[in-house]
């Protein structure tokens, strides 16, 4: 049961994904360089191959039933916050536009974290994988969870950055992706 409900998270994270790149993401450069889709697909394939022989190797040890259920709940809902976050941000620029505007809290609670962090869709982010870790007991999945942070902090810090250098009147007081750390 446990392994069926990792596989469907995961999944379910991926094909989010994929559906906010097609429905809700609104790029300001048009294409990716190809190669970074070189990048991207080994990235994300070797870390699923390590992932997935851990959790299906036979000597594994299945988490307890509490990692199970706290994991599976702070993943749903980190999944919930990053996808609230990327509607409030699509709505923040008119179709056919580069407009941008500071991004606030809109009334959805998931928004929230915008008092504290420029980047709250990478803050969800890496907290839908601490809780996959959880989820999970598998120390290949944390690693995954450090390495993706560390890249997300190095976009959120530059975010951060050119949201100041746009927007005088920006939040002084907001961090990058970690509420009053970074």
């Given at each position: 049961?446990?392994?069926?409900?990792?596989?469907?998270?995961?999944?379910?994270?991926?094909?989010?994904?994929?559906?906010?790149?097609?429905?809700?993401?609104?790029?300001?450069?048009?294409?990716?360089?190809?190669?970074?889709?070189?990048?991207?697909?080994?990235?994300?394939?070797?870390?699923?191959?390590?992932?997935?022989?851990?959790?299906?190797?036979?000597?594994?040890?299945?988490?307890?039933?509490?990692c199970v259920y706290v994991g599976l709940a702070g993943f749903v809902l980190?999944?919930?916050?990053?996808?609230?976050?990327?509607?409030?941000?699509?709505?923040?620029?008119?179709?056919?536009?580069?407009?941008?505007?500071?991004?606030?809290?809109?009334?959805?609670?998931?928004?929230?974290?915008?008092?504290?962090?420029?980047?709250?869709?990478?803050?969800?982010?890496?907290?839908?994988?601490?809780?996959?870790?959880?989820?999970?007991?598998?120390?290949?999945?944390?690693?995954?969870?450090?390495?993706?942070?560390?890249?997300?902090?190095?976009?959120?810090?530059?975010?951060?950055?050119?949201?100041?250098?746009?927007?005088?009147?920006?939040?002084?007081?907001?961090?990058?992706?970690?509420?009053?750390?970074?």
């Amino acid at each position: 049961m446990f392994k069926s409900i990792a596989a469907v998270c995961w999944t379910f994270h991926y094909a989010k994904r994929l559906l906010e790149t097609v429905f809700v993401h609104r790029f300001s450069h048009g294409t990716m360089p190809l190669r970074n889709l070189f990048k991207n697909c080994t990235y994300y394939w070797l870390f699923a191959l390590y992932i997935a022989y851990h959790i299906n190797h036979p000597l594994y040890t299945a988490p307890c039933s509490t990692c199970v259920y706290v994991g599976l709940a702070g993943f749903v809902l980190c999944e919930l916050g990053n996808l609230s976050i990327h509607l409030l941000l699509k709505n923040l620029r008119p179709p056919g536009t580069k407009v941008r505007r500071i991004p606030r809290p809109d009334g959805n609670p998931f928004s929230l974290l915008f008092n504290y962090v420029s980047c709250p869709n990478y803050t969800y982010e890496f907290g839908s994988w601490v809780f996959f870790t959880i989820l999970t007991k598998c120390a290949p999945v944390g690693i995954f969870a450090v390495v993706g942070m560390y890249q997300m902090t190095v976009w959120a810090l530059n975010k951060h950055r050119n949201y100041k250098k746009e927007f005088p009147d920006y939040p002084k007081e907001r961090k990058a992706i970690l509420p009053f750390i970074l």
